[in-house]
């Protein structure tokens, strides 16, 4: 069965820093896996889809990984703002559904 | 706007109510979804449709039905409320499933009590 684990659950950071999410998966069988944001009260977002044959996918200052071997995949942020803070899910395409992480709540302080 | 529409955004049910919340989209696709987040916790599919008349299960559809007699509309059935279905509610879209995104809805939060 298909397990997706997000670490750290929470993380605040001073505007302006580089930081990395991390999203671990068990089974590497997987079509793709997606990041969405999620901001409180509302819907979630699409940021970035990695298909399983991509290593990864760069929008803006968002930069994500994936490696199926290891079962992991980052999700890098560059120069941090305040507008950031969010949650952060990852989702893995395994087997026609998909499975998500609980997020990681991140808190980005002026 | 194209995307996945969600009503309604709010709703407080008795225990024991029903009350069926709406799904559409205006992007073709054949797949849709539901899920629910409960706090802290990632979303568990309810409910997914692969086109008009077919429905199945997901890993928690118990207390909970659905149908789909059109591509755009995927609505979602609470039958006998109970406290443990408070949660928030996200219908999904894709063209396909396999190496296709998913389009969200902006949820609905629901409140038994």
């Known amino acids: 069965k298909q397990e997706v684990t997000q670490i750290p659950a929470a993380l605040s950071v001073p505007e302006g820093e580089n930081l990395v999410l991390n999203c671990s998966f068990t089974?590497?069988?997987?079509?793709?896996l997606q990041w969405f944001r999620q901001d409180p009260g509302k819907g979630l977002t699409s940021l970035l889809l990695i298909q399983s044959s991509q290593r990864e996918q760069t929008s803006g200052r968002l930069n994500a990984s994936l490696d199926k071997s290891s079962g992991r995949s980052t999700l890098y942020i560059a120069a941090s703002q305040p507008g950031d803070s969010a949650t952060y899910l990852c989702a893995v395409n395994s087997n026609y559904q998909l499975i998500w992480g609980a997020g990681t709540k991140l808190i980005i302080k002026p | 706007n194209a995307g996945v529409t969600q009503t309604p955004k709010f709703r407080i049910l008795k225990i024991g109510q029903s009350m069926t919340l709406q799904c559409t989209q205006d992007?073709?696709?054949?797949?849709m979804y539901w899920y629910r987040q409960d706090p802290g916790m990632g979303l568990k599919l309810i409910y997914y449709s692969v086109g008009a008349g077919i429905t199945d299960k997901g890993e928690v559809p118990n207390g909970y039905n659905v149908s789909r007699s059109t591509t755009e509309d995927f609505p979602l059935r609470l039958e006998l409320a109970a406290p443990s279905q408070t949660s928030v509610y996200f219908c999904?879209?894709?063209?396909?499933?396999?190496?296709?995104?998913?389009?969200f809805g902006s949820g609905t939060r629901l409140t038994v009590v």
């Open positions: 999904a879209s894709s063209p396909r499933t396999g190496n296709y995104g998913y389009t």
């Open positions: 089974d590497s069988a997987i079509y793709n």
């Open positions: 992007m073709n696709h054949n797949y």
